[in-house]
């Protein structure tokens, strides 16, 4: 018995002077951490993930044992320990993008590997082309350029974003309350030259996501760094110009500063030409200030102005009155600007714990005049509306993070704090002739909008399952001061909301993942409408589950096919333009949602995206309970090529026809456009071109069911009023590297 004792002490006290901790770095060849790396023990059977920082913690480590590390964009290493250290440095070598090399079960960011496949594959090249990097998402413009993009997405038609949150670096884009409408969202100010990575999720599933994000989310990522400079000017059709720039100001070990710039100007193929013209500045610096913690400074500024032709009627076109690019009132138009200031700081706990804190401030105009109706309800003058704010936009969001090995499973915490004010100054809607004279204010006061939120969410990871669980918590004070009133006319009101989620991921084997998630979102109301109109549901809920599964059915094939259903308490749509709320009770959407990406040669690959919705409203009877501009089907398909020193591609997009109204009486076209590009690089210059509409489709971008009277008509008409898409366009393109 002694024996035994003696032998299992002496072979414990082995464990402990050679099984010990390692923690370090992973970067790259030029000293960049590398995030989301993932690092396997072999002969442990364990694995860890780095942060932010590039950091990772491993217990029981032994001189001698192997890790393999792997990351989507870096050649797969095996690293022999040969000392025991808390200061690693393990430098990963690039590669370029290989399909048939990604393991869906060591992928740290789990389902959302079709945003990396699609990144290394195309770029993005407009400012349009940002959301629809979003696999099953479609935007349309309708107001010269200027406004912000409509966006459908799952069965909704989410406006300008009252259905999906958008961030840039952390910085929300969704704007509360907004003149024009409720998460107004305005991704111009983004350059696209500087993203680096779209990360997106589907569904209110995600604790860090609150506001808005009820049928998904969309996070970009700007650059750290840049490889080198860059000048890009492209020509087309319609008086189009776009000049660009990003330039490398500081690239040292720990300190890289890179700014950007464009400048757009554009008439558009309409008869009254768009002036059109936007200019764009970006800034930023990050520094490192150890090894484990980083800071980075961000400053942008955008402004740009318009002409619009805005919705024309199908009967004025079918009349002969104007032509598919003519207009009714060609006095539409606006002008907008937004200026950001963020700063991020990461610093590194200990060995098992990172904390983030981003602050941010945005000063923001708005000046927007429509005519929807043209002459329905003021006979003389006609219905030219103008939407105004000037808006101060802050706050601050704080996340812990804590992951550890607890032997049976790998354990990550995060909790996070946040803190949101937005303050709307002379926040207007007025009646208005021809751009110069105010005929009567409908709406007009300042909006002062706090959001208080906190959150918890826990993740077990085991061998194949993992576990997630998170609540997040959000308090909103609401306060409008209306200046119509003679006197002072103040109203205040307090709403707070719970929103906990459920996720499980499991993985089958390295090439099949199956995932279960569910959970609870919601989307704000406008304060006006909240404290004006006494609404009950400020702060509606979604509740929503997806099933799903993410394989490789080939070596080089990725498919990940999902099964949705989404129940909304209380849809309400604000109208901007009117002042007014439309509740249209609750609603339910469901479907499936099928990607798939193929490497089909070394050069040559394809990406699909299809896309089936099932929506209706619950509260009205069979054939009144249609959702207006739900679109019941889309889908995305595209063909790159990339060998040596050119490369091209072909990308189209289809959404059916679907319903403008309740009864689908009045029915919004659909439509399949199909663009092209391609590009050689020889030393230094790329020289290329790109075709919008190769086929020169006859198509709406925008399509809404509105009553309106034309000046010559008696009574009023609805029917759909449309903005028309974009004939054949192309453009050519230079860009200088240095």
């Given at each position: 018995?002694?024996?035994t004792?003696?032998?299992?002490?002496?072979?414990?006290?082995s464990?402990?002077?050679?099984?010990?901790?390692?923690?370090?770095i992973?970067?790259?060849?030029?000293?960049?951490?590398?995030?989301?790396?993932?690092?396997?023990?072999?002969?442990?059977?364990?694995?860890?993930?780095t942060?932010?920082?590039?950091?990772?913690?491993?217990n029981?480590?032994?001189i001698?044992?192997?890790?393999q590390?792997?990351?989507?964009?870096y050649?797969d290493?095996?690293?022999?320990?040969?000392?025991?250290?808390?200061?690693?440095?393990?430098?990963?070598?690039?590669?370029?993008?290989?399909?048939?090399?990604?393991?869906?079960?060591?992928?740290?960011?789990?389902?959302?590997?079709?945003?990396?496949?699609?990144?290394?594959?195309?770029?993005?090249?407009?400012?349009?082309?940002?959301?629809?990097?979003?696999?099953?998402?479609?935007?349309?413009?309708?107001?010269?350029?200027?406004k912000?993009e409509?966006?459908?997405l799952?069965?909704?038609?989410?406006?300008?974003?009252?259905?999906?949150?958008?961030?840039?670096d952390?910085?929300?884009?969704?704007?509360?309350?907004?003149a024009?409408?409720?998460?107004?969202?305005?991704?111009?100010?983004?350059?696209?030259?500087?993203?680096?990575?779209?990360?997106?999720?589907?569904?209110p599933y995600?604790?860090?996501?609150?506001?808005?994000?009820?049928?998904?989310?969309?996070?970009?990522?700007t650059?750290?760094?840049?490889?080198?400079?860059?000048?890009?000017?492209?020509?087309?059709?319609?008086?189009?110009?776009?000049?660009?720039?990003?330039?490398?100001?500081?690239n040292?070990?720990?300190?890289d500063?890179?700014?950007?710039?464009?400048?757009?100007?554009?008439?558009?193929?309409?008869?009254?030409?768009?002036?059109?013209?936007r200019?764009?500045?970006?800034?930023?610096?990050?520094?490192?200030?150890s090894?484990?913690?980083k800071?980075?400074?961000?400053?942008?500024?955008?402004?740009?102005?318009?002409?619009?032709?805005?919705?024309i009627?199908?009967?004025?076109?079918?009349?002969?009155?104007i032509?598919?690019f003519?207009?009714i009132?060609?006095?539409e138009?606006?002008?907008?600007?937004?200026?950001?200031?963020?700063?991020?700081y990461?610093?590194t706990?200990?060995?098992?714990?990172y904390?983030?804190?981003?602050?941010?401030?945005?000063?923001?105009?708005?000046?927007?005049?429509?005519?929807?109706?043209?002459?329905?309800?003021?006979?003389?003058?006609?219905?030219?509306?103008?939407?105004?704010?000037?808006?101060?936009?802050?706050?601050?969001?704080?996340?812990?993070?804590?992951e550890?090995?607890?032997?049976f499973?790998?354990?990550?915490?995060?909790?996070?704090?946040?803190?949101?004010?937005?303050?709307?100054?002379?926040?207007?809607?007025?009646k208005?002739?021809?751009?110069?004279?105010?005929?009567?204010?409908i709406?007009f006061?300042?909006?002062?909008?706090?959001?208080?939120?906190?959150?918890?969410?826990?993740?077990?990871?085991?061998?194949?399952?993992?576990?997630?669980?998170?609540?997040?918590?959000?308090?909103?004070?609401?306060?409008y001061?209306?200046?119509?009133s003679?006197?002072?006319d103040?109203?205040?009101?307090?709403?707070?909301?719970?929103?906990?989620?459920?996720?499980?991921?499991?993985?089958?084997?390295?090439?099949?993942?199956?995932?279960?998630?569910?959970?609870?979102?919601?989307?704000s109301?406008?304060?006006?409408?909240?404290?004006?109109q006494?609404?009950?549901?400020?702060l509606?809920k979604?509740?929503?589950?997806?099933v799903?599964?993410a394989?490789?059915?080939?070596k080089?094939?990725?498919?990940?096919?999902?099964?949705?259903?989404?129940?909304?308490?209380?849809?309400?749509v604000?109208v901007?333009?009117?002042?007014?709320?439309?509740?249209?009770?609750?609603?339910g959407?469901?479907?499936?949602?099928?990607?798939?990406?193929?490497?089909?040669?070394?050069?040559?690959?394809?990406?699909?995206?299809?896309?089936?919705?099932?929506?209706?409203?619950?509260a009205?009877?069979?054939?009144?309970?249609?959702?207006?501009?739900?679109?019941?089907?889309?889908?995305?398909?595209?063909?790159?090529?990339?060998?040596?020193?050119?490369?091209?591609?072909?990308?189209?997009?289809?959404?059916k026809?679907?319903?403008?109204?309740?009864?689908?009486?009045?029915?919004?076209?659909g439509?399949?456009?199909?663009?092209?590009?391609?590009?050689?690089?020889?030393?230094?210059?790329?020289?290329?071109?790109?075709?919008?509409?190769?086929?020169?489709?006859?198509?709406?971008?925008?399509?809404?069911?509105?009553?309106?009277?034309?000046?010559?008509?008696?009574?009023?008409?609805?029917?759909?009023?449309f903005?028309?898409?974009?004939?054949?366009?192309?453009?050519a393109?230079?860009?200088?590297?240095?």
């Open positions: 018995m002694k024996n004792l003696l032998f299992v002490f002496i072979f414990v006290g464990l402990n002077i050679h099984a010990q901790k390692i923690s370090g992973i970067q790259n060849s030029s000293g960049v951490p590398i995030e989301d790396a993932y690092i396997l023990h072999f002969n442990h059977d364990h694995h860890a993930h942060n932010e920082n590039g950091f990772f913690s491993l029981e480590a032994e001698g044992d192997t890790l590390i792997i990351h989507l964009s050649k290493l095996f690293y022999k320990i040969s000392e025991i250290s808390d200061n690693l440095k393990i430098e990963m070598e690039e590669s370029s993008f290989e399909l048939g090399e990604i393991v869906i079960g060591e992928n740290a960011k789990k389902t959302n590997l079709i945003s990396y496949i699609d990144n290394q594959t195309t770029t993005v090249n407009s400012s349009q082309e940002i959301l629809r990097k979003v696999p099953g998402l479609f935007i349309g413009q309708h107001a010269g350029g200027g912000a409509q966006i459908f799952r069965g909704f038609d989410i406006d300008h974003g009252t259905d999906i949150a958008l961030a840039v952390g910085m929300p884009v969704n704007m509360v309350s907004h024009h409408g409720q998460g107004y969202s305005d991704l111009h100010f983004l350059i696209p030259e500087t993203i680096e990575l779209i990360d997106f999720g589907k569904g995600y604790a860090d996501e609150g506001n808005f994000a009820t049928a998904g989310y969309v996070g970009f990522k650059k750290d760094e840049i490889a080198n400079s860059q000048v890009n000017i492209e020509l087309g059709q319609f008086n189009t110009l776009r000049t660009s720039g990003i330039f490398n100001v500081l040292q070990n720990n300190h500063a890179y700014i950007a710039t464009q400048y757009m100007i554009s008439d558009g193929p309409f008869e009254s030409p768009q002036n059109f013209s200019v764009n500045f970006f800034g930023k610096y990050t520094g490192r200030t090894s484990k913690d800071f980075s400074v961000i400053a942008s500024h955008f402004q740009s102005e318009w002409d619009a032709s805005g919705q009627p199908v009967r004025a076109v079918e009349q002969g009155l032509s598919r003519g207009a009132d060609d006095t138009g606006g002008n907008t600007r937004r200026t950001n200031l963020q700063f991020t990461s610093k706990l200990d060995d098992h714990s904390i983030r804190n981003h602050v941010y401030y945005s000063e923001y105009d708005f000046e927007l005049f429509s005519n929807f109706t043209f002459f329905l309800e003021d006979p003389v003058n006609g219905d030219q509306i103008r939407q105004y704010e000037d808006r101060q936009l802050f706050g601050f969001e704080s996340v812990w993070n804590h550890k090995n607890l032997n499973a790998n354990s990550l915490v995060r909790a996070g704090i946040g803190y949101r004010n937005d303050l709307s100054k002379d926040n207007r809607l007025s208005t002739l021809n751009r110069k004279e105010t005929l009567e204010d709406q006061g300042d909006i002062n909008e706090k959001n208080v939120f906190s959150f918890v969410s826990g993740e077990l990871e085991f061998d194949r399952l993992s576990v997630q669980a998170a609540l997040r918590w959000d308090y909103f004070n609401f306060n001061e209306s200046k119509l003679t006197l002072f103040r109203k205040v009101q307090d709403k707070s909301v719970f929103s906990p989620k459920l996720n499980f991921i499991y993985n089958l084997n390295r090439s099949v993942q199956l995932y279960w998630k569910s959970g609870i979102g919601f989307h109301n406008d304060t006006r409408i909240v404290l004006e006494q609404v009950e549901d400020a509606p979604v509740y929503g589950t997806d799903g599964v394989f490789k059915p080939f080089r094939m990725f498919v990940d096919v999902a099964l949705w259903y989404l129940f909304l308490e209380q849809e309400f604000y901007g333009d009117a002042g007014i709320v439309e509740p249209s009770g609750k609603t959407r469901a479907g499936v949602d099928l990607g798939v990406r193929y490497q089909i040669l070394d050069e040559l690959y394809f990406s699909g995206d299809f896309n089936y919705t099932y929506a209706r409203s619950l009205e009877s069979d054939g009144e309970n249609l959702i207006p501009l739900a679109p019941p089907m889309t889908s995305t398909a595209g063909l790159y090529y990339k060998k040596g020193k050119f490369n091209a591609s072909y990308k189209s997009r289809f959404i026809d679907r319903p403008a109204n309740e009864n689908g009486s009045i029915i919004a076209d439509y399949f456009i199909s663009d092209v590009n391609a590009n050689y690089t020889f030393g230094n210059i790329n020289i290329g071109f790109a075709i919008e509409n190769l086929f020169n489709q006859e198509w709406n971008e925008a399509q809404f069911a509105t009553e309106s009277r034309l000046i010559n008509e008696v009574n009023p008409v609805e029917e759909i009023h903005t028309p898409g974009t004939p054949f366009f192309a453009k393109i230079l860009k200088f590297n240095f």
